[in-house]
């Protein structure tokens, strides 16, 4: 089991920034992957950010040169670091683990853009 705890959603002028966090319950080094995804109202939840264990990044084009993602491996966090925000942004971020083939999921935190 891997439990994640997100936190650093929030609402914000377009053009502003925010960093989403993620806390694992698990040490990275046994987790193949971590991700953000976001789910607009309405929508499915989609790709943001993804970062392997090796380090290794993808990124939605939607978000790319706008958003980055990073991993504190000290302290099991993934982060989000989210510039140049537009109102399209607006959803609910959740983090994601790949582990042994499991998928585990946060409880999601809200980021709200408006213009």
């Known amino acids: 089991q891997v439990q994640l705890v997100e936190s650093g959603g929030g609402l914000v002028q377009a053009g502003g920034s925010l960093r989403l966090s993620c806390a694992a319950s698990?040490?990275?080094?046994?987790?193949?992957?971590m991700g953000w995804y976001g789910q607009a109202p309405g929508k499915q939840r989609e790709l943001v950010a993804t970062?392997?264990?090796?380090?290794?990044?993808d990124y939605a084009d939607s978000v790319k040169g706008r958003f980055t993602i990073s991993r504190d491996n000290a302290k099991n966090i993934v982060y989000l670091q989210m510039n140049s925000l537009k109102p399209e942004d607006t959803a609910v971020y959740y983090c994601?683990?790949?582990?042994?083939?499991?998928?585990?999921w946060g409880q999601g935190t809200q980021v709200t853009v408006s213009s």
């Open positions: 698990t040490p990275f080094f046994s987790i193949n992957a």
């Open positions: 994601k683990a790949e582990r042994y083939g499991q998928n585990y």
């Open positions: 970062i392997a264990r090796g380090g290794s990044t």
